[in-house]
């Protein structure tokens, strides 16, 4: 009989992937003793964001997920090319919940986490998985919520890493961590003015950048 394992999701356009994804992914791995992180990249945005080609951003994040710790799941994105349909976290996790009995931890950063309420189905998410957030040490999220996101996260709240592992789906975590202060955005803009990018992203992606010439 196979081990259950816990498996955490990191949900993203990874659009390029970098260097805080990857110091947030190695945090909450070590932190809550996770089996595997899987990276899941967009396929289409629900909110019609224009991304890069899914073969890129795929490409740069197995490069950097060559450990045993790391995966990338091309879940949504072959949704989007068989079906054509918008990559809603919610049914992610129904199909990985449903079609084993691993231990699902979603993670989410508190700038998503303060436009839940946006998503699909949003409040079905901890149906199929629990639900990290992190924010930085000494920040005030709890002032950037709704009312109803914030009675939302205390409802459904722990503060003992040891409930997690108890309950298939259902609870929510904060995760507090200092890390670096990048977006995609800023590598974009960044490449844009040909400034040096290997602060913000691991070298692998940057050489395969210039190699493509994204961002341009």
Known sequence: ????????LFGGAFDPVHKAHI?????????????????????????????????????????????????????????????NDKSYTVDTLKYFFENN???????LGSDALSHLSDWYKWKDIIKYSHLIFFERKGSLLKDCLSEEISNFVNNHKVSDIKNLKQKR????????????????????????????????????????????????
Do not use: W
Request: aromatic residues 12%; proline residues 2%.
């Open 23 to 83: 110091e947030i992914a190695e945090n909450v791995h070590k932190f809550l003793n996770l089996n595997k992180i899987m990276f899941i990249p967009t396929g289409i945005s629900p909110f019609n964001k224009n991304l890069t080609d899914y073969n890129h951003r795929l490409a740069m994040l197995n490069l950097v997920c060559l450990n045993k710790n790391f995966e990338v799941s091309d879940i949504e994105i072959t949704k989007s090319i068989t079906s």
């Open 101 to 107: 009995n691993d231990t699902y931890f979603f993670i």
């Open 169 to 216: 789906s259902g609870l929510i975590y904060e995760f507090k961590m200092n890390f670096m202060d990048i977006s995609s955005t800023e590598v974009v803009n960044e490449n844009i003015n040909n400034s040096d990018i290997t602060k913000l992203v691991p070298e692998a992606v940057n050489k395969y950048i210039k190699k493509h010439q994204l961002y341009l």
């Open 1 to 8: 009989m196979l081990e259950n394992k816990f498996i955490g």
